[in-house]
């Protein structure tokens, strides 16, 4: 009788760590969030820091108004406007279309918990949109950058356009 009502910590404790319950008595899900926010910290405080390091042995910095005022041709020419000198408008439309299909994706997930199989097939198809639209405005972005700025890794890109 006296064996019964002995506590053996060793056994629970194996019980735990055997793969069918939590360690630590906190679910997996939540465990794994705080791992995301943890790492999403430590990333984006790492560019901060790689940001600041990078402005302050700079000798020279670009001119923001001119780095993001280049609008693509074919967003401007049908109100008869000038493709050039529109700062941030190109920047708004890229932030405009990934917010928008980061709520169509919420859209998607909640008609995937309703078990709406034509929603969460609709909703997939205009995140699907909303990410290849982006991409493609990156895509322009970017080969403004290197063809038509003639921007390299091997020059100092910040040598043009900056403040005297």
């Not at 008609?111 to 895509?139: D, P, R, Y």
Request: with cysteine; glycine share 8%; proline share 6%.
């Amino acid at each position: 009788m006296a064996e019964t009502m002995t506590h053996h910590p060793e056994v629970e404790d194996e019980k735990l760590w055997d793969g069918g319950g939590s360690p630590f008595k906190i679910s997996y899900g939540k465990i794994m969030m705080w791992y995301f926010l943890l790492s999403d910290a430590f990333t984006f405080a790492g560019f901060l820091i790689a940001y600041g390091t990078l402005r302050v042995s700079s000798p020279t910095w670009p001119v923001p108004d001119f780095v993001f005022s280049t609008v693509p041709e074919f967003l401007v020419s049908p109100f008869g406007a000038s493709p050039h000198h529109k700062p941030l408008i190109f920047v708004t439309i890229m932030t405009f279309i990934l917010l928008a299909s980061s709520w169509t994706m919420v859209r998607a997930v909640q008609e995937g918990h309703q078990e709406n199989k034509k929603g969460v097939v609709f909703w997939m198809i205009l995140t699907i949109i909303g990410g290849i639209g982006f991409l493609s405005c990156q895509a322009w972005e970017w080969t403004t950058l290197i063809k038509g700025e003639h921007v390299s890794v091997t020059k100092n890109p910040f040598s043009a356009h900056v403040e005297s």
